[in-house]
C-alpha cells in the first residue's frame, strides 16, 4: 500500500497525531500526546515507503539522499499544515519520520507553558536560547514567542530554519523566513549577512556548529535579540556547551561574549499529561542575572545551579522542581516524572 501526500495529513490529523513512522518490515506507528501507536495495517514493504516518498523528491534533493542516507524537508497544505519529513536509509531500505505541523500557531497561553518565559520576548537585544532534546517541543515554543512579538511589536523578524515548519502571517511585524539549503546555504551563511537585512530579531532554527554559533552571538552582540535552540537537557550543560564548540584559545572569549549577551534559558521537556490526555510540558528557566554573568564569564558554571535553585522570585526554576510540581499537581505520574528527571533522590523528596 502507497500513501498520497493528502492520505498523510489525513491520517495523522485524524488520529490527533504528532509523528508518524514508516519502516519496512513494520506496520506504521503514529504518536498520540507522547504515546507510541501502532496503526492496523499489515507490515510495509520496502517497495511501497520507495512509492510513497520518493516521487515527492526534485532531483536535488534525490541526489542528497543517495549522497548522504538522509534528508530533511517539508511539505505543505495551506488548510491543513505542514509535514516535516525525514527520509533515511537503514539496512539497505528507506525509512520516513514525518512531524505534523498546525498551519495555526499554536498561541502561547494554550502551549501550558510558565508565564516567565513570555517575558524573555518582550527583551530588546540578546540571546534567548529554548533548549532540549528531539520531540520536546523548541520549535512550537519558538514559534509562539514569535507568534506573539507580531501581534504586540513592529519588529523585521528573520527566521531561518531547516527546513521551515510553522508559517507566519504578517501582523504588526514583517516576518520573513528563510529555508536552509533551499534560500540559503547554510545557517552560518545566512547570519553572516542577516545583518545587513535590517532586523530587530531572528531566529536560528538550531545552533549545531561553531560557524552558526560564533555568528549567532555576534548578532546578539550587535543590538539584535536572537533566538535559538539546542539539544541540552539543563541550563548548566546548554553553557558549557558552546564555549566547548570553541577551541581552548578561544573559550575565554567566548565565556565573555555569551555572558555580556545571554538573556535566558529555556531547557523542556514533555510528559502525557493525566488530565487531559495531551501534552504538558515541564521546563527549566534560567534567567541572565549579574551574578549568573559573572558566573559564566568566570568559567564557576557549576554554580548556575544553586543560583536557578535560589531565583525562584525572578521567575527561575530547575527541571526537577518544574517535574515535581507536575506531579504533585497529579499531572504526570511519579514513574515518568523519575523517568526524566536529572536527581530521582532528590525528586523522590520532593514529590513525596
Not at 12 to 28: E, L, N
Not at 171 to 191: H, K, M, N, T, Y
Not at 252 to 261: E, F, H, K, S
Request: net charge negative; glycine share 6%; with cysteine.
Amino acid at each position: 500500500m502507497t500513501w498520497t501526500l493528502d492520505q498523510l495529513f489525513d491520517i495523522v490529523v485524524s488520529k490527533h497525531g504528532s509523528d508518524i513512522c514508516f519502516v519496512p518490515g513494520a506496520p506504521p506507528v503514529i504518536w498520540v500526546a507522547g504515546r507510541m501507536v501502532q496503526l492496523d495495517l499489515p507490515p510495509l514493504e520496502p517497495s511501497a515507503v520507495d512509492a510513497t516518498f520518493l516521487p515527492l523528491l526534485s532531483e536535488d534533493q534525490r541526489r542528497v539522499l543517495n549522497a548522504t542516507g538522509d534528508l530533511d524537508f517539508s511539505l505543505g497544505r495551506t488548510d491543513i499544515g505542514r509535514l516535516r519529513l525525514n527520509l533515511h536509509r537503514q539496512r539497505g531500505t528507506l525509512s520516513a519520520t514525518i512531524r505534523y505541523i498546525p498551519y495555526e500557531v499554536p498561541k502561547f497561553e494554550n502551549l501550558k507553558l510558565p508565564r516567565r518565559l513570555l517575558g524573555l520576548a518582550d527583551l530588546p537585544r540578546g540571546l534567548v536560547l529554548v533548549t532540549g532534546g528531539a520531540g520536546t517541543g523548541k520549535s512550537t515554543t519558538l514559534a509562539s514567542m514569535v507568534n506573539y512579538m507580531n501581534q504586540v511589536y513592529a519588529y523585521h523578524i528573520i527566521t531561518l530554519e531547516d527546513p521551515i515548519e510553522f508559517t507566519f502571517k504578517h501582523g504588526r511585524s514583517v516576518i520573513e523566513q528563510r529555508e536552509i539549503g533551499v534560500d540559503c546555504p547554510s545557517f552560518s551563511a545566512a547570519l553572516r549577512h542577516v545583518v545587513r537585512q535590517r532586523p530587530d530579531v531572528i531566529l536560528v532554527g538550531e545552533m549545531r556548529d561553531l560557524e552558526t554559533i560564533s555568528a549567532a552571538l555576534t548578532a546578539a552582540e550587535t543590538g539584535h535579540l536572537v533566538l535559538a535552540s539546542l539539544h541540552t537537557v539543563n541550563a548548566v550543560e546548554t553553557i558549557s556547551r558552546i564555549v566547548d564548540v570553541f577551541p581552548g584559545p578561544q573559550q575565554a572569549q567566548v565565556r565573555v561574549q555569551l555572558a555580556d549577551t545571554i538573556q535566558g534559558v529555556a531547557c523542556q521537556t514533555l510528559f502525557h499529561d493525566e488530565v487531559d490526555g495531551t501534552m504538558v510540558p515541564a521546563v527549566e528557566i534560567m534567567v541572565a542575572t549579574p551574578a549568573i554573568r559573572r558566573a559564566i564569564r568566570d568559567n564557576e558554571t557549576h554554580l548556575l545551579h544553586g543560583m536557578i535553585e535560589t531565583g525562584k522570585s525572578l521567575g527561575m526554576q530547575t527541571m526537577d522542581n518544574a517535574i515535581a510540581d507536575l506531579a504533585r499537581a497529579r499531572r504526570i505520574s511519579a514513574s515518568d516524572a523519575m523517568a526524566k528527571c536529572q536527581n530521582p533522590e532528590k525528586l523522590a523528596k520532593l514529590i513525596a
